[in-house]
């Protein structure tokens, strides 16, 4: 069967998860709000490479700093690359007992220190006490949590909080500087399916993706593509720090909705793989009626609902485990305030 098979009913755009704010009450509240938000000067910042030990940009990226770190030095900053799950990246695996990237939670990091917990959330302690402890004033500024995708999403930032103007400054300036070469923004904030990551121990938790890369596989164009966000991040921060005024703007974003399971027989097997033509097509457009499953006999199983979606994590390898063929996504303008130093 070829062609795109036709939607019953109208096409439109999802609205984002109920509770927050529409695309244009957050339009109106960013032209009534003019005045500048002073944020503190950053003084600690942490890059995480090997959280999932065979994603292997962020692990090549912070060996090569931890010898040679001239590059992400910037005046007046503290920044120290860390490997955060070793035993994983001796391996060449995910992760030992559990996933280090889940569990950041704080009936996780309070659990009392024993041999029967599970190895990574007893490095999970261990990282909290170097880098918190998570929600206090003593913790790192910004923590930049370095990651794989085996789906085709380029260049990725991850964004936890959609009310935080100083990483949508962040997020902005990345982008910006990346041109053209396209940088999405995916938006997890979500009231059931937000995780407590390992980034989310510092004030400002950035995520960065960047695929596809196969897991255990380094790709030289993927590590250069990582390699300029982390320096065009920091180079915000520095002009921040230097008193730089950063004006209003605004960003695309792409909020996550659900997550969409592949299909499954009665022994909870897997039935049907992604479609030819959802594969690979991570951030486009996804329309009722459209293909998404394939089977073995040649079915075919459509998008369902009244509303495009964007699709993201296609057919990603480690998403298998957690039952996550792909996410749906809405997209959203978050617009933030100016911003600059409160030490200038």
Known sequence: ????????????????????????QIKLLGKMSSCHVAEAPIKKIAIFG?????????????????????????????????ITNPRAVEKCTRYIDCDLNRIFDLENLSKEVSEDLPYEVRRAQEINRLFGPKDSEDSYDIIFDLHNTTSNMGCTLILE??????????????????????CYVYLIEHPSLKYATTRSIAKYPVGIEVGPQPQG?????????????????????HHFNKGKEFPPCAIEVYKIMEKVDYPRNKSGEIAAVIHPN????????????DPVFLTLDGRLIPLGGDCTVYP????????YEKKEAFAKTTTLTLNAKSIRSSSH
């Open 1 to 24: 069967m070829t062609g795109r098979p036709q939607a019953s009913k109208p096409r439109h755009r999802c609205l984002a998860v109920p509770g927050s704010l529409s695309e244009n």
């Open 312 to 319: 993201v994590f296609v057919n990603e390898a480690a998403y």
């Open 50 to 82: 090997g959280t999932h030990g065979n994603e292997l940009t962020g692990v090549f990226l912070v060996k090569h700093w931890l010898q040679n770190g001239a590059e992400i030095q910037r005046t007046g900053l503290e920044v120290r690359p860390f």
């Open 278 to 289: 959802l594969q690979d097509q991570d951030w486009k457009p996804l329309h009722p009626g």
């Open 217 to 237: 596989v380094l790709r030289a164009d993927i590590l250069d593509q990582m390699r300029k966000i982390i320096k065009h991040a920091l180079d915000f921060v």
């Open 161 to 182: 909080d959609s009310r935080n103007d100083f990483l949508i400054q962040m997020f902005h300036y990345i982008k910006t500087s990346l041109a053209p070469l396209p």
